[in-house]
């Protein structure tokens, strides 16, 4: 799960090794392991009954809630503090708002590329998903087009990442 966030918001870098969530940085903020403090992972059905995951191999089922907590450990490395309430995300995921940057994506559906036009100065990086979460392009925004004619017929969601926001499309390539 979290390297599928990861691979599907371009601000997101994690480390994962062993098995374990070494590293988290998110745009310019970063958590370090040991760098003074450590990664731990919880699950459970609510912000009362968190258990702390051995690792990320923890299976999450329909209603389970997943939670990281950057904290100083004890003698016994148990994590000081658990997960609290979820915070609501600064970036938010916008479906029709390209408007305001006067941003055209066509054609939809496509064949052989969709293009992208309009006023890219405030956008950062431009993804194209299947519909496994997969990233099947990435880039800056030198490109103002996407190549998609080797991909196979599907419905895709383009992803355009920008300073504040991460607007959403769903693309269907013929």
């Not at 066509?106 to 036009?117: E, G, H, L, R, S």
């Not at 990435?138 to 004619?149: C, Q």
Request: glycine share 6%; charged share 15%; hydrophobic share 35%.
């Amino acid at each position: 799960m979290m390297s599928s966030i990861a691979g599907a918001d371009g601000l997101m870098d994690i480390n994962l090794a062993g098995g374990f969530l070494n590293d988290i940085h998110y745009d310019t903020q970063s958590g370090i392991s040991a760098s003074p403090y450590y990664w731990s992972t919880f699950s459970g059905t609510n912000t009362s009954d968190w258990t702390m995951n051995m690792g990320l191999t923890t299976v999450l089922n329909d209603g389970s809630w997943f939670g990281c907590s950057y904290t100083d450990v004890d003698s016994l490395w148990n994590p000081i503090n658990l997960p609290e309430n979820p915070d609501a995300a600064p970036i938010t995921n916008k479906l029709n708002e390209l408007d305001e940057f006067n941003l055209e994506i066509y054609p939809n559906p496509c064949v052989d590329q969709i293009n992208i036009t309009g006023d890219l100065s405030d956008v950062r990086k431009v993804s194209l998903s299947d519909l496994t979460g997969k990233v099947v392009h990435s880039s800056s925004v030198e490109l103002n087009y996407i190549m998609v004619s080797l991909l196979p017929a599907s419905t895709y969601q383009l992803q355009i990442f920008t300073d504040k926001h991460i607007y959403s499309r769903s693309i269907v390539k013929q």
